[in-house]
């Protein structure tokens, strides 16, 4: 299993769009991917209609209680994607944790014995230089930075890699950047146009070449609990986010797959409220799906080469 971290410690640069969609789009690729969410607030559990508050297993709960992972992982409406929950007593965590010393690594720790049975892990980083965000930095073997096309965006890029590499040397870890990855774009704007130049000049092929473009049906997306392919697989966004998907697994050296084709789009989605909408919260037995296979046999057999 390779691990991803979607981070950046400026808030609402498209870190949780990015996890979410991200995983999705691995997951249609035909890896199975699972979606950790470090941030108090939630917001990828939400996305996919899953409320920590109300879970009587979280990653809070596992870190606290010292109790396995795999119960605070809920499969999703996505095939091929399952949400660890993180919990709101994440947001207090410092506070609470009982070892402070091996606390940088616990999710490293943690994730350990699920790994056979996913292909990647995504995760949402909070937008803090919090306990989870110094996790999913020690928990990575990639980084993926969002980054919206402001100026002070592109100046809050130059503290991120000053914190990544001061984590590298305290914590002795080594996540590679998998690359900067400009969100929300809109190239007829011309700060837009401004900012993508220059962050290509300073940054050269650090910078993803795909970029996301602001599109509403991403914004969408999450209050109809699903991923941006299943919400509108013909949207700017999907096109997008497939095309993220792709490079970043190019940059991985993972093979690539054809997507899977994205489900129609659902002509009464907007008539639904979230409370009418099924809540994919059953528990995931892993020994069922998963357990003694590695992750090579998960995949298509493209994959295992
Ligand atoms: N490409 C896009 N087009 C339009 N809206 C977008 C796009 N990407 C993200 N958004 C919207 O921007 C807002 C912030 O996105 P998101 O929650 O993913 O950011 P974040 O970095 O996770 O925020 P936080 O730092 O609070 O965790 C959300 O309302 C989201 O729907
Ligand atoms: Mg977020």
Redo the contacts with the bound molecule.
């Keep these: 299993m390779k691990t991803i971290a979607v981070i ?1 410690q400026k ?8 996890a979410v969609n991200l995983a999705a789009g691995f997951a249609r690729r035909g890896y199975w991917t699972l979606l950790v969410d470090l ?1 108090p ?1 939630s ?1 990828a559990a939400h996305s996919f209609g899953l409320d920590p508050s109300q879970a009587p297993a979280t990653l809070s709960k596992a870190i606290l209680e010292d109790r396995p992972l795999v119960e605070a992982i809920r499969t999703t409406n996505t095939e091929g994607v399952e949400v660890v929950l993180g919990g709101p007593e994440l947001a207090t965590l410092e506070l609470r944790i009982k070892n402070p010393l091996t606390a940088v690594r616990v999710l490293s720790r943690l994730l350990a014995p699920v790994r056979p049975a996913y292909d990647l892990c995504v995760l949402d980083a ?2 803090a230089l919090s306990l989870m965000f110094t996790n999913a930095l020690s928990a990575a073997d990639g980084l993926v930075v ?1 980054v919206t096309p402001s100026f002070l965006s592109a100046k809050g890029l130059e503290a991120l890699f000053t914190t990544i590499d001061e984590a590298r040397a305290d914590l002795a870890i080594a996540p590679d950047l998998i690359g900067i990855l400009m ?2 774009v809109d190239r007829r704007q011309c700060l837009d146009k401004e900012v993508e130049t220059s962050l290509r000049e300073v940054f050269g092929e650090k910078v993803l070449s795909q970029v ?5 049906r ?2 969408e997306a ?1 209050g109809h609990f699903r991923s941006i392919f299943a919400h509108a697989p013909n949207s700017a ?1 999907a096109e997008d986010y497939d095309a993220v998907a792709a490079e970043v697994l190019a940059r991985m050296n993972l093979p690539q797959q054809a997507p899977a084709p994205s489900t129609e789009e659902d002509p009464h989605a907007d008539g639904l409220t979230p409370e009418l909408r099924p809540a994919p919260a059953e528990p995931v037995s892993h020994e069922a799906h998963r357990e003694g296979e590695d992750t090579a046999a998960h995949a298509p057999a493209a994959l295992a080469g």
């Design positions: 950046n808030g609402g640069t498209g870190k949780t769009t990015t941030d607030q917001s909070p937008p969002p969100t929300m996301i473009r602001m599109n509403v991403i914004k999450p966004g």
